[in-house]
């Protein structure tokens, strides 16, 4: 076991040397906007396909175009967290929502228990969509995807959701699986 | 909704078009190769970028070189699916372990309930780990990893374990979201 | 444990011997109309009042007079045991659904996941009692049987459906208890 | 519905007539032995072969030579009740246990929590076997089986042992499919 | 482990010595009113402040003034403690719903499963409520409050009703950590 | 519905008017040492004998003398409040954690996933016997308490340990059922 405190996981899976260029520019990048790096990224670092992968898919689901605001899909990562008890995207994504959302209290409700934060119809609807797709997607059906409709979103929006919904389904268990270690910063952001 | 079966899932969302070179391109090796295009790459390519991502990482995880082998991902990939009560995935890769092991009946076993089929001790320890990260992740903790160990796998290959259970942990939720329909190909296939 | 494959179950429990004329006579049936004796009959063969309870309450609740088809029993029995993920009665009463119905693919989506089946409203209520009855019988009230009353059936129709739901609860469970093995004819049957 | 409390269910089957003289012989030697004509057999008395089937089954199981008693049959039936909730059988049963064993108030553990009740290993095997085969019988692999015979069970014993927890997960689900209403007469006996 | 039948758990924790007046009091009275020292009070009696805190609020949910009639409250003490299977508090409060109602079978449905009892919908609706509360509180949300409401109570009684279920969530968990052992004079009462 | 966020809970149930003397100094003394009144208390200010009842066995549980120091009861709080997902607990005893221990990442980590939190083995088995205590009391046996006693708890420990939470499975349940509003002030507390 990698008892270290100070590596992304329990898993002893060194950075690959010297890092890629695209890697170490990522890097730079995240440092400089985010004032980290954050651990799921150096947890991807051993290996530069991998690493490719991950963050493409990421940025695409988290930050590209989409029917659904970067907030609303950083509420459905925390919703989906909090069912799967995740402790890295928790803390990680609970602090976006608190950030984007100017609303510490949000962050906390969707992570501890979403059915008590206020949220209008569509927000409700979406997370309910999430969670029901985390706790028992074989039970999805037609329906579930009328009831979107009717709350307001198109085809595309019910893709985006479902896409990010299943994301934090495959990140939370590999957090879990591995001990994903959260960076100390994100606690005491935006409270 | 999308009542046509001819469609890859319910939701209208037609390809882009013209199509791009790379996905045509990689439409045309999977005719030349498996005969059809999986309807999971199909669904995807509404979207060029979403298209290129989702099929790195699968890529990547189930091809790219690896402790476990072709079959073995594969496995993870019907054990995680079975839970999920995902028929999509059952249906695709339940056809690929028919065909890579050469023996139908373990596919059939892993896809109704993996405990009944004859698996020495290091494949069984795989898939209970893909297993219990797919009902409870959140109970995983260093013992789980120790186990794995003892069988015989390093970190590295804990690495690759965690990735594609958690990755068919995404995509069985997406074909359930979306209600993907598996090609007919498939039934027959390796029976 | 017994290993030997050819032995019908994990129990070391062989046919009375000689075999009693009805069950000899019941064997050869078998073999002139499926070509095989099901292993579920082997497993009964130790003893005699046994198989003739057995094979009783089995011919009567599958083959007599009903307002279920012979092919909706089946139905119930797939759905059912895929509840229980019971790996003898899915490939068994799999291969019944697929041959009954010359619809493989109705096979495979209740032994996988009933609700992806494009089914009527009077079989999908029918299937619903079913695995309602399977998860949690204790939550069954008069409102599940109004249900299936305003679906068309009548209450010697719901007798005979829970009969059926009922005795796939037993048999899975006999099934699962002893490592009951299908006869290997099964998996190719239909497809 | 059938809100008649003298019968036997809610279901609207009446009674074969004239009533076939081997169930008005069994009616009576019920009456002779037990002072009644239990609600089960009444709710079968309908169907002449599947009166005959369910009452063949019963005795054999229930009362035919075996390695458990008589007692523990019953035990096992009430335990498995408890599991599955079943009104019916948990009083009708229930009675059995109280007064064969002597000890109403290991009728009442049983019925109420398997767990508290003083049993020796063997019997507590016993029960943990039928209980696991209730909740979750797709767990059960052939490390269970050895552990009933490692308590002192053989081959036909656990056989028996499943045969009878399988048959209650049957009726406890027919008599929550249908509503089924125990005789009164239960309820004060043997207390 | 204390394995004295006569002590009132499974902890050795002998009562106060000697006792407080005001506790040899109220057991004088318990006597008096019952015929007996229940249990649970027994188990309290090794600290003085524990005892008192304990019976106060007990009386005060119990029997004081409250839209809940005393039967109501009872019926949900048997209700919840029927989810948790709770054998201390089956057989007490069972027998006080027996007592208090004149009908031994309602006793000993709501003991088995609620589901099945006569009830009218005021009270079908507490029971759901408290049984909602006991299964997964989480998900109670305003639209349970307002059922209730509808079904003629006010913020006061689902208060009271709240507390009550919430009460035996405790002891009931408190039972069965301590392995809380019921008089014996409880099971013949009131049959 | 009581939709005004300044009010304690959903329920209409204002304060005795006027306040009497114990409940008014009890309500100085918190603002006194807390700088505020926990809304719990407000809560529970309609009604006297409720007040003084839940009070004193808040203040006993959580503030006598016990082999459990103040934060080991405040972590038990959070982990069963966790399994419960009660947000007004987990605000509310999240931030004591945080305050007490110091750390304010063992109270995230005990409110999201208590098993991602280094504890030592008299902790961790303290925390696991109270979550087993909340997700499945009715599994607690003798072996559970002897766990205990190998890891330095004695019989009173045990039965404080036990007393906790059984509490918070009570008070996580009173705040889920009437919407209970954390104060403000603890989500910024000891961050």
Chains 1, 2, 3, 4, 5, 6 share one sequence.
Not at 64 to 73: G, H, Q, V
Not at 101 to 109: A, K
Not at 126 to 137: C, N, P, Y
Not at 147 to 162: C, Q
Request: charged letters at 25%; aromatic letters at 8%; glycine letters at 4%.
């Amino acid at each position: 076991m990698n008892n270290n405190p100070d590596m992304p996981t329990a898993l002893d899976l060194p950075p690959v040397s010297p890092m890629p260029e695209g890697m170490a520019g990522y890097f730079d990048k995240c440092v400089e906007k985010l004032g980290m790096v954050p651990n799921v990224l150096r947890a991807y670092a051993f290996d530069s396909d991998k690493f490719d992968a991950f963050s493409a898919m990421y940025n695409d689901l988290m930050l590209a175009d989409s029917a659904l605001t970067k907030l609303e899909r950083e509420m459905i990562a925390v919703a989906v967290s909090s069912v799967n008890r995740c402790y890295y995207c928790l803390v990680s994504h609970g602090a976006a929502v608190r950030a984007l959302s100017g609303d510490p209290e949000l962050g906390e409700r969707l992570a501890m228990n979403y059915r008590t934060a206020k949220l209008d119809t569509r927000q409700r609807a979406m997370l309910d969509f999430a969670v029901k797709m985390t706790e028992q997607s074989y039970r999805i059906e037609e329906a579930d995807r009328e009831t979107l409709r009717k709350a307001g979103f198109d085809d595309r929006a019910i893709w985006d959701m479902a896409a990010v919904a299943g994301f934090f389904n495959m990140t939370n268990r590999m957090a879990s699986a591995t001990d994903m270690r959260p960076n100390p910063e994100y606690h005491g952001q935006a409270r």
